[in-house]
Protein backbone atom coordinates (compact mmCIF):
# COMPACT_ATOMS: atom_id res chain seq x y z
CA UNK A 1 0.00 0.00 0.00
CA UNK A 2 1.22 3.38 -1.22
CA UNK A 3 1.00 6.60 1.47
CA UNK A 4 0.94 10.04 0.38
CA UNK A 5 4.00 12.05 1.49
CA UNK A 6 4.63 12.59 4.77
CA UNK A 7 3.97 16.28 6.39
CA UNK A 8 7.96 16.58 6.68
CA UNK A 9 8.30 15.78 2.96
CA UNK A 10 6.30 17.98 1.89
CA UNK A 11 7.25 20.87 3.59
CA UNK A 12 10.62 20.17 2.02
CA UNK A 13 9.71 19.92 -1.25
CA UNK A 14 7.65 23.17 -0.68
CA UNK A 15 10.91 24.54 0.79
CA UNK A 16 12.53 23.94 -2.53
CA UNK A 17 9.81 25.20 -4.63
CA UNK A 18 10.17 28.48 -2.92
CA UNK A 19 13.85 28.81 -3.56
CA UNK A 20 13.16 27.50 -7.22
CA UNK A 21 10.63 30.51 -7.48
CA UNK A 22 13.07 33.13 -5.84
CA UNK A 23 16.06 32.14 -7.79
CA UNK A 24 17.19 34.10 -10.94
CA UNK A 25 16.77 30.60 -13.27
CA UNK A 26 14.90 31.37 -16.41
CA UNK A 27 11.27 30.04 -16.35
CA UNK A 28 12.25 26.78 -18.23
CA UNK A 29 14.74 25.92 -16.08
CA UNK A 30 12.59 26.67 -12.62
CA UNK A 31 9.65 24.14 -14.45
CA UNK A 32 12.87 21.50 -14.95
CA UNK A 33 13.40 21.91 -11.31
CA UNK A 34 9.70 21.86 -10.31
CA UNK A 35 9.56 18.38 -11.98
CA UNK A 36 12.74 16.93 -10.38
CA UNK A 37 11.77 18.00 -6.60
CA UNK A 38 8.56 15.73 -6.81
CA UNK A 39 9.35 13.02 -8.93
CA UNK A 40 10.58 9.58 -9.10
CA UNK A 41 8.56 8.76 -5.56
CA UNK A 42 6.19 6.25 -5.68
CA UNK A 43 3.28 8.76 -5.30
CA UNK A 44 4.89 10.46 -8.01
CA UNK A 45 2.70 10.32 -11.01
CA UNK A 46 0.51 8.08 -9.67
CA UNK A 47 -2.32 6.14 -11.67
CA UNK A 48 -5.74 6.82 -10.63
CA UNK A 49 -6.96 5.65 -14.15
CA UNK A 50 -6.35 3.26 -16.92
CA UNK A 51 -8.43 3.92 -20.64
CA UNK A 52 -10.04 0.90 -22.51
CA UNK A 53 -7.71 0.53 -25.10
CA UNK A 54 -4.79 0.18 -22.54
CA UNK A 55 -6.72 -2.90 -21.18
CA UNK A 56 -7.40 -4.31 -24.77
CA UNK A 57 -3.09 -3.98 -25.63
CA UNK A 58 -2.70 -5.28 -22.27
CA UNK A 59 -5.31 -8.32 -22.66
CA UNK A 60 -3.92 -8.74 -26.52
CA UNK A 61 -0.42 -9.29 -24.99
CA UNK A 62 -2.26 -11.87 -22.07
CA UNK A 63 -0.52 -9.33 -19.32
CA UNK A 64 3.07 -9.66 -20.50
CA UNK A 65 5.48 -7.03 -19.42
CA UNK A 66 6.09 -6.23 -23.51
CA UNK A 67 3.39 -4.17 -24.10
CA UNK A 68 5.01 -1.45 -21.78
CA UNK A 69 6.59 0.18 -24.70
CA UNK A 70 2.85 0.58 -25.84
CA UNK A 71 1.99 2.49 -23.20
CA UNK A 72 2.00 6.05 -21.19
CA UNK A 73 1.05 7.79 -17.84
CA UNK A 74 -0.74 10.99 -19.22
CA UNK A 75 -1.15 13.71 -16.64
CA UNK A 76 -5.10 13.49 -18.31
CA UNK A 77 -6.75 16.34 -15.71
CA UNK A 78 -3.88 18.94 -16.24
CA UNK A 79 -0.70 19.15 -18.29
CA UNK A 80 2.38 19.27 -16.26
CA UNK A 81 3.45 22.37 -18.27
CA UNK A 82 0.46 24.23 -17.11
CA UNK A 83 0.47 23.15 -13.07
CA UNK A 84 4.12 24.18 -13.14
CA UNK A 85 3.27 27.85 -15.23
CA UNK A 86 0.29 28.26 -12.50
CA UNK A 87 2.71 27.55 -9.87
CA UNK A 88 5.20 30.59 -11.25
CA UNK A 89 2.75 33.10 -11.79
CA UNK A 90 2.68 34.14 -8.24
CA UNK A 91 4.08 32.58 -5.01
CA UNK A 92 1.63 30.26 -3.68
CA UNK A 93 1.88 29.63 0.31
CA UNK A 94 1.91 25.88 1.09
CA UNK A 95 -1.30 24.62 1.24
CA UNK A 96 -2.12 26.18 -2.11
CA UNK A 97 1.17 24.84 -3.53
CA UNK A 98 0.75 21.27 -2.66
CA UNK A 99 -3.06 21.72 -3.65
CA UNK A 100 -2.21 22.20 -7.21
CA UNK A 101 0.77 20.13 -7.26
CA UNK A 102 -1.14 16.74 -5.52
CA UNK A 103 -4.48 17.10 -7.57
CA UNK A 104 -2.58 17.17 -11.13
CA UNK A 105 0.16 15.14 -10.59
CA UNK A 106 -2.70 12.40 -11.13
CA UNK A 107 -2.35 10.56 -14.26
CA UNK A 108 -4.08 8.17 -16.53
CA UNK A 109 -2.50 5.28 -18.29
CA UNK A 110 -2.81 5.25 -21.99
CA UNK A 111 -1.87 3.84 -25.26
CA UNK A 112 1.06 6.14 -27.06
CA UNK A 113 -1.54 6.77 -29.68
CA UNK A 114 -4.04 7.84 -28.02
CA UNK A 115 -1.48 9.80 -25.65
CA UNK A 116 -0.47 11.58 -29.42
CA UNK A 117 -3.54 12.55 -30.24
CA UNK A 118 -5.20 13.41 -27.02
CA UNK A 119 -5.26 17.20 -27.49
CA UNK A 120 -7.22 17.02 -31.32
CA UNK A 121 -9.50 13.78 -29.65
CA UNK A 122 -10.60 16.70 -26.73
CA UNK A 123 -10.94 19.33 -29.61
CA UNK A 124 -13.11 17.52 -31.37
CA UNK A 125 -14.99 16.11 -28.03
CA UNK A 126 -14.03 12.34 -28.25
CA UNK A 127 -13.02 12.72 -24.50
CA UNK A 128 -16.70 14.69 -23.33
CA UNK A 129 -17.99 11.13 -21.71
CA UNK A 130 -14.76 9.86 -20.66
CA UNK A 131 -16.74 7.68 -17.73
CA UNK A 132 -17.08 5.25 -21.09
CA UNK A 133 -13.09 5.32 -22.08
CA UNK A 134 -11.34 4.54 -18.33
CA UNK A 135 -11.68 2.69 -15.77
CA UNK A 136 -10.25 4.05 -12.38
CA UNK A 137 -7.72 2.71 -9.91
CA UNK A 138 -6.43 3.02 -6.91
CA UNK A 139 -3.45 4.37 -7.00
CA UNK A 140 -2.74 3.18 -3.12
CA UNK A 141 -2.41 0.05 -4.42
CA UNK A 142 0.86 0.97 -5.87
CA UNK A 143 0.48 -0.31 -9.82
CA UNK A 144 2.20 0.99 -12.40
CA UNK A 145 4.89 3.13 -10.02
CA UNK A 146 7.56 5.14 -10.64
CA UNK A 147 10.73 3.95 -11.58
CA UNK A 148 13.49 5.32 -9.77
CA UNK A 149 15.74 7.06 -12.91
CA UNK A 150 12.46 7.06 -15.47
CA UNK A 151 9.16 5.53 -16.82
CA UNK A 152 6.79 3.72 -14.52
CA UNK A 153 7.20 0.16 -13.38
CA UNK A 154 5.35 -2.70 -14.97
CA UNK A 155 5.57 -6.81 -14.65
CA UNK A 156 3.52 -9.52 -15.80
CA UNK A 157 3.41 -10.60 -12.40
CA UNK A 158 1.65 -8.08 -10.76
CA UNK A 159 0.69 -4.84 -13.16
CA UNK A 160 0.03 -7.40 -15.81
CA UNK A 161 -1.80 -10.12 -13.98
CA UNK A 162 -3.86 -7.26 -11.75
CA UNK A 163 -5.11 -5.83 -15.59
CA UNK A 164 -6.36 -9.67 -16.77
CA UNK A 165 -7.99 -10.59 -13.68
CA UNK A 166 -9.74 -7.66 -12.76
CA UNK A 167 -10.41 -6.44 -16.35
CA UNK A 168 -10.67 -9.37 -19.02
CA UNK A 169 -14.83 -9.13 -18.56
CA UNK A 170 -15.01 -5.54 -19.02
CA UNK A 171 -13.74 -4.57 -22.45
CA UNK A 172 -15.24 -5.53 -25.75
CA UNK A 173 -12.74 -5.91 -28.65
CA UNK A 174 -13.84 -4.41 -32.00
CA UNK A 175 -11.83 -4.46 -35.73
CA UNK A 176 -10.55 -1.21 -36.23
CA UNK A 177 -10.91 -0.57 -40.23
CA UNK A 178 -9.43 2.44 -40.50
CA UNK A 179 -5.93 0.93 -39.63
CA UNK A 180 -6.37 -2.44 -40.68
CA UNK A 181 -4.71 -3.91 -43.60
CA UNK A 182 -4.40 -7.13 -45.24
CA UNK A 183 -1.27 -7.66 -43.38
CA UNK A 184 -2.14 -6.02 -40.28
CA UNK A 185 -5.26 -6.41 -38.17
CA UNK A 186 -5.52 -3.65 -35.73
CA UNK A 187 -8.38 -3.91 -32.61
CA UNK A 188 -10.09 -0.90 -30.75
CA UNK A 189 -11.84 -1.60 -27.26
CA UNK A 190 -14.61 -0.17 -25.56
CA UNK A 191 -16.14 -0.71 -22.26
CA UNK A 192 -18.66 -3.80 -21.59
CA UNK A 193 -22.33 -1.98 -21.01
CA UNK A 194 -23.36 -2.79 -16.81
CA UNK A 195 -26.19 -5.00 -18.19
CA UNK A 196 -23.63 -7.29 -20.31
Known amino acids: MID ?13 YTQIYDS ?3 KQKKKNLLTSIAGWEPWSWRVV ?15 HARVKSELVRDHFFQGRS ?6 LVNKLDF ?13 ILMTKDEHNKINADRF ?28 FHFTYKREGQFIVY ?3 DKVIQKLDNSKSRTDSIVYYYIKKNKNG
Open 82 to 87: KTYENM
Open 4 to 16: EPSKKIKEEIYQL
Open 49 to 63: GITVDAVGRILENNG
Open 24 to 26: SFD
Open 166 to 168: NFK
Open 124 to 151: VGLWDFKEDKIFEIDWRDGYFISNKVAG
Open 95 to 107: ENYWKEFWENDRT
